[in-house]
T-cell receptor, first 110, second 114 residues
Framework: DQQVKQNSPSLSVQEGRISILNCDYT??????FLWYKKYPAEGPTFLIS?????DKNEDGRFTVFLNKSAKHLSLHIVPSQPGDSAVYFC?????????FGAGTTVTVRA | KAGVTQTPRYLIKTRGQQVTLSCSPI?????VSWYQQTPGQGLQFLFE???????NKGNFPGRFSGRQFSNSRSEMNVSTLELGDSALYLC?????????????FGPGTRLTVL
């Protein structure tokens, strides 16, 4: 039962442009949402998070938006850089259990 | 500070066998979590250990088990392997009570079941 879904398996964006990654969830009880970045042959690394009581959190080039009524989460990366090419996972927590989406592979073109 | 290490990095087994994977957390970290990554399902939570006690468990069959030792190192065991168990198994450690911005993942163990 996939409670967190990333419906776009891949995204290609030009360097300098905005990358928008989307994530939908089904469980309205999730209390915290996170984004992770993963390079090949490495484990995921934490990127940014947002509490369920907020609708926006910003950290440098990364901004996460939360729309609770739509059960939708998005990550904006502005501007996109070549080093951003990776797999991005969104995740949600409930009772200290993390539920992950299947991931979106981002490719930043020069 | 050394990162999370997992051994072995790659493993090939046949159906019906059992396997043990090992995870050494970052020094001083007491919480270890295990995840399974498959292409279609993404990352799925297996279980979390803290101070040698399992605190949380995901929706996996009883063939999947784990333990944590007094030095915080953790092992994960899968018995009676099935083809669908082929996956990347990741462990992650955090200092104490699970705090996600302080959770660090290892590189994973790639298990192939033939």
């Amino acid at each position: 039962d996939q409670q967190v879904k990333q419906n776009s398996p891949s995204l290609s964006v030009q360097e300098g442009r905005i990358s928008i990654l989307n994530c939908d969830y089904t469980n309205s009880m999730f209390d915290y949402f996170l984004w992770y970045k993963k390079y090949p042959a490495e484990g995921p690394t934490f990127l940014i998070s947002i509490s369920s009581i907020k609708d926006k959190n910003e950290d440098g080039r990364f901004t996460v938006f939360l729309n609770k009524s739509a059960k939708h989460l998005s990550l904006h990366i502005v501007p996109s850089q070549p080093g951003d090419s990776a797999v991005y996972f969104c995740a949600a927590t409930l009772d200290y259990k993390l539920s992950f989406g299947a991931g979106t592979t981002v490719t930043v073109r020069a | 500070k050394a990162g999370v290490t997992q051994t072995p990095r790659y493993l090939i087994k046949t159906r019906g066998q059992q396997v043990t994977l090992s995870c050494s957390p970052i020094s001083g970290h007491r919480s270890v979590s295990w995840y399974q990554q498959t292409p279609g399902q993404g990352l799925q939570f297996l279980f979390e250990y803290f101070s040698e006690t399992q605190r949380n468990k995901g929706n996996f069959p009883g063939r999947f088990s784990g333990r944590q030792f007094s030095n915080s190192r953790s092992e994960m065991n899968v018995s009676t392997l099935e083809l669908g168990d082929s996956a990347l198994y990741l462990c992650a450690s955090s200092p104490g009570q699970l705090t996600y911005n302080e959770q660090f993942f290892g590189p994973g163990t790639r298990l192939t079941v033939l």
